[in-house]
């Protein structure tokens, strides 16, 4: 047995690992984000070689599956130099898949060069179809630009997954159109649940919109068919009958989706999140930063992974408007 492997107090292989490689992004959607967010100063930041390093060694130590998100990654300056250090795993078979999850309206500029890297399906976050309500859930987006993004995306090749956070009283009337749209233009698609996750100035108990009920109510228009279909996360998938596309439902707080966690995630500072729903985290950058010697990074993550704890305590009523925890999804990209 290879004893590099990550494996959790409780028998899980960690072998997923999410990077937000920046806290800063060109949207301000308003469950993620406060309107006034202050960002990182530069420093705190981890380097593009300092991210390479450190995503290296979680490849040498048995992740399959590296996804970049934030913040925006494609905000990031010289986002491609990362993404193509990082493909040299694909091309030598350690790493099975380098994705990203974006807003989308930096891929007219980037979907060629990401296919070029290997590339193969990315996640695109979108709410709704309407320009007037886009520009207002993100506070001042231009649909449009996504739109396009998403035509570049399809023309490279790159197999798109759309990820919509149901709104209560924003987006809940506009599921169906979206299914059909996903249907057409030959995209899955995801419904997440809001996640109580930092301050952004907004009540939860007003936004949060349980997927059972949606699933209930799709339901009633659609045939959904059952599948085993897996990405190795906490999404539950169907078969849209009608559309021949698939349909995820993320939900952290109807359901618990923990005893299968393959993943940990890595914040651009360089903290390292067990759970997303906990607040325990390991400071990587200080072993980055001290020492060229791997083997401490390694002894480091190690020890982190051996404090994973058995899952996440999210929960929204009316008593529990808090944040479960207190930093924003953009700071460990979701
Ligand atoms: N900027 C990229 C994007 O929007 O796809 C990547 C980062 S974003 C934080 C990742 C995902 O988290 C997006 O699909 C977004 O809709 C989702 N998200 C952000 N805040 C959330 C919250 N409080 N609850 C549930 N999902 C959230
Ligand atoms: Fe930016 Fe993504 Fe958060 Fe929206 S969800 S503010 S696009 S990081």
Redesign the pocket.
């Known amino acids: 047995m290879n004893d590099t492997r990550l494996i959790d107090p409780f028998k899980r292989q960690i072998d997923y690992l999410r990077v937000s490689v920046t806290d800063r992004?060109?949207?301000?959607?308003v469950y993620?984000?406060a309107e006034d967010m202050t960002f990182l100063p530069k420093s705190d930041v981890l380097s593009l070689e300092e991210l390479d390093r450190i995503c290296s060694i979680f490849v040498s130590l048995g992740v399959k599956k590296l996804r970049l998100t934030?913040?925006?990654p494609l905000v990031r300056k010289n986002i491609m130099w990362l993404i193509n250090r990082l493909s040299r795993h694909l091309r030598t078979g350690d790493l099975e898949e380098l994705t990203l999850t974006s807003?989308g309206t930096q891929l007219e500029k980037y979907a060629q060069d990401l296919a070029r890297a290997g590339i193969k399906r990315i996640n695109v976050?979108l709410d709704t179809l309407d320009a007037l309500k886009f520009s207002k859930i993100?506070r001042w987006g231009n649909l449009d630009q996504v739109l396009n993004g998403l035509a570049a995306a399809k023309n490279a090749g790159l197999k798109v997954k759309i990820n919509t956070v149901a709104l209560k009283g924003v987006n809940d009337d506009e599921l169906d159109s979206l299914l059909i749209w996903c249907g057409e233009k030959g995209f899955d698609i995801t419904f997440i649940e809001v996640m109580p996750m930092g301050e952004i100035g907004e009540e939860r108990i007003d936004q949060y919109l349980p997927l059972s009920m949606v699933r209930a109510k799709l339901a009633e228009n659609w045939t959904l068919k059952n599948t085993n279909y897996r990405t190795g996360g906490p999404a539950r998938y169907f078969d849209v009958v009608e559309t021949g596309q698939r349909l995820g439902f993320i939900t952290p707080l109807t359901h618990n989706f923990c005893e299968m966690c393959n993943r940990v995630r890595l914040t651009c500072t360089g903290t390292l999140f067990m759970c997303l729903g906990q607040e325990d985290a390991a400071d990587l950058r200080v072993h980055i930063r001290n020492s060229d010697d791997d083997e401490t990074l390694i002894e480091a993550i190690k020890e982190a992974i051996s404090r994973k704890p058995k899952g996440h305590d999210f929960i929204i009523n009316r008593t529990n408007n808090q944040p479960s925890v207190s930093r924003h999804?953009?700071v460990t990209g979701?």
């Open positions: 992004c060109d949207l301000r959607c993620c984000m934030g913040g925006e807003n976050s993100t999804m953009s979701g």
